[in-house]
């Protein structure tokens, strides 16, 4: 009987946790992302202004799942391929415009996912949809095969999530050797949850903001567009919402969030330019301080709630 | 001469020679945490745990001698121990501590005949790289050789008796790490004769913020592998393929796999004809033919240790899971016994 039950006890279902978060945030997100990037492929139209709503729509829908690189995700470069950034060597614009000028059979669904994941995704498509000047030639093929290539991975990830959130929430049961505990499970959750906090701090901020003597607003993320800072709130957004899946207890790493969400939001700035001027910087800066305390906050109370950390060899370094 | 000391020489020349088959044949050595404790462990070709020894802090790496039933323990960098532990009592035999002034650096290994151990050390103001140099009679220290570079990490000794060293050119603060050279690190990849002559030394002129900083041979060539430190967003290799006489080779990743290392590759293993590297940062193992050429990656959060036996390559994870790696993928060997360290190394 003891024996039964302790066999019982150890095949318990994932716990509230894991299951929350696949559930409630991941699986809708990618499937209200699919079909965003489903409806900005079935316009039957090259003119920026008629594709920029739906581009934004887009874009904003990949933010909600932006941060999740495991997976799917990683699966035939996907994470990449949807939004190659930084890109410091400006690899997209160069395949960009070899494809622009190049051999038509390139643009086909089967040769275009064989491109450089440079080549694709939201920022190429920024590219095509705001142009810094003008394009070589027309981008009306690009734009179709671009749109259509986003459709077509979003649609692959939505439905690669269903076997793939069942690992997750399968975790430690026997054959699944993907994750090998219930823990297993949070720890990979948490891992990206805390990546994508990083990648606000160090990315979406810490580039433009280079350094006081050299700030770099042309390197902000989504600048053409003016999405810069609209994809900082997004994302700490949804990495609130993930939080909040694993753990609704969790008051210092909620308030943390709500200060720097809130100065996100009185952040005039779309594009962040003001890292450049000292007056406005300094708002910038604090705010990429209330993303890192945001950070530290759930890595003492979210992580110990999961019964996590973050990697042992991960973090050693050496 | 003191008679218990007497008496030790006397029971040592009466003792039957021990090997590592009195101890289980181990085929693997790997540090763990486990709680709040640390230990080396000796494992089996399955991933069980044959014998454990407390150590005193975080290991890193270990060596085995050739023959001997001894292994030696490297705390993580900046390293004050190395342990000499008798396998075969589970007792520590002698504890090194590397000379005023100097740090050990995390590896190190014997010597083809048992003879001596070579440590990895720097000296602690400057990082610039010395190979401590131990007589493995009693563990006394003879002397210390140049490592050519700075902040020397993965030290392998080749068939022939030569050593190779990756210097890795990070100058650190000799107590937190804190990284100081980044803008001008020059790391290089060593060779050294037996008895310490430089013979050939490669850079990476266009990757000098790649560190060289671990080691695996596949036949002739020696493997290196690489931590990037400059900018996170550029895709760099983390492995490349020197054969001395000839230009070193750099391993691009797949395109769509460019930054599943994230710029770090913290263990290389190699057979004649695979080379695998692990990134705990990235959580992925990355294979590669025996030209270079990127075969496949495979995901497990946290992987770090890897090594190789006749029937392919082992690695372990911070997560305590031991697995088998091909090209195909992972498949679970072990589990639960430790959170283990960086390194596996193979009983060779």
Known sequence: MRAL???????????????????????PGYAAFAEAAQALAALDSCDPDQLRPAFHAAYDAWLSVGHLHLGPAEDEGRSLAIHFWPDPKGLGRKAQSALLTGDPAALQPQAFRQQSVAARGLPALERLLYPAEPLPADACPLIKATAADLSDMTGDLASAWGPFGDLLLTAGEPGNTSFLSA????QALFTQFAGGLEHIADNRLGRPLGTFDKPRPELAEARASERSLRNVTLSLKALRSLALALNPTIPKTEATFDQAIAL??????????????PQT??????????????RQAAIAELAAALGVTLGFNSQDGD | MQRRAFLGTLAAALAPKLGWADVGSPAFFAAGKQGEAFFLHGLSATGGSLFQVPLPGRGHAAAAHPTRPEAVAFARRPGTFALVINCLTGKIAHRLTPPEGMQFNGHGTFSLDGGLLMTSEVIAETSEGRIGLWDTQRYTRLTDWPSHGIGPHEIKRLPDGRLAVANGGIRTDPVDRTKLNIPDMRPNLTLLAEDGAPLDQIELPDLRQNSIRHLALSGDAIAFAMQWEGDQAEPVPQLGLWTPGSAPILCEPSAKDAFAMQGYAGSVAATLSRI???????GAAMLFDGSGKALATHRRADLC??????????LTDGNGAIWTADDAGLTPLATGTAQWDNHLVALT
Do not use: W, Y
Request: hydrophobic fraction near 50%; aromatic fraction near 2%; charged fraction near 20%.
């Open chain 1, 281 to 294: 910087r300094l708002k910038v800066e604090i705010l990429q301080q209330a993303v890192r305390a945001t």
């Open chain 1, 264 to 277: 996100a939001d009185t952040l005039d700035d779309p594009t962040l330019a003001g890292v450049a001027d």
């Open chain 1, 183 to 186: 823990a297993e499970a949070r």
């Open chain 1, 5 to 27: 039950l302790l066999a019982l006890l150890l095949t318990t279902p994932a716990a509230a946790d894991t299951a929350e978060a696949v559930h409630d945030q991941i699986r």
């Open chain 2, 305 to 314: 240790g890897a090594a190789t036996t006749p029937a392919g390559f082992v």
């Open chain 2, 276 to 282: 695998l590297i692990t990134s705990p940062k990235g």
